[in-house]
């Protein structure tokens, strides 16, 4: 992969990531039991975590052109892995204040578990960022389930490439 495939690999990381916080952002004002303050305050914190990340790559853009293509690559090669960072604490942040707040996805309240689509009327739904299984197919697990858009962040965290598989 060059360096330019690679920036640019990181900018698609970090929209799904903007999509995947818009939508537990949504989720959390509608579902999460949380304070307006604290509302406002995991607000504050995946926006800041989003521009960061965005600008961090715009400075990789500038190093690649204004220095030579050794030092530029060393450089945002630092640069790069701290914005897979702050995306994947991000989404383990937004996956904590899923748990702390008691939701967790759809959950039988009297038996404490993740409702199954079978016999219980309810759909499954993304452990991570809610979306239900009618809007996005589904991996579904005992205890958990993941999405396509949430699988493809965090392939992209972990720096696994889904070349030729189709994701939604």
């Known amino acids: 992969m060059t360096f330019d495939e690679e920036i640019t690999?990181?900018?698609?990381?970090?929209?799904?990531?903007?999509d995947a916080a818009t939508e537990h952002?949504?989720?959390?004002?509608?579902?999460l039991r949380l304070s307006s303050k604290e509302l406002a305050h995991y607000e504050t914190f995946l926006?800041?975590?989003?521009?960061?990340a965005t600008s961090t790559l715009a400075r990789c853009r500038e190093t690649?052109?204004?220095?030579?293509?050794e030092a530029s690559a060393s450089i945002a090669q630092g640069l790069l892995a701290g914005v897979r960072e702050s995306i994947?604490?991000?989404?383990?942040?937004?996956?904590?204040?899923?748990e702390l707040a008691g939701s967790g996805g759809h959950r039988n309240p009297?038996?404490?578990e993740v409702?199954?689509?079978t016999g219980s009327g309810k759909h499954r739904s993304c452990s991570f960022c809610g979306k239900s299984e009618v809007a996005s197919r589904l991996v579904?697990?005992?205890?958990?389930?993941?999405?396509?858009?949430c699988t493809r962040l965090a392939c992209g965290v972990l720096g696994i490439t889904l070349s030729g598989i189709e994701t939604e």
């Not at 690999?9 to 903007?18: C, D, G, N």
């Open 110 to 112: 009297h038996q404490g």
């Open 115 to 117: 409702a199954h689509a």
């Open 140 to 149: 579904a697990g005992p205890a958990a389930n993941i999405c396509a858009s």
């Open 64 to 69: 690649a052109s204004a220095v030579s293509a």
């Open 9 to 18: 690999a990181v900018e698609e990381l970090v929209q799904v990531a903007r």
């Open 25 to 31: 952002l949504e989720r959390a004002t509608k579902d």
């Open 88 to 98: 994947r604490l991000m989404y383990v942040a937004m996956t904590v204040v899923e």
């Open 47 to 52: 926006s800041a975590t989003i521009l960061n």
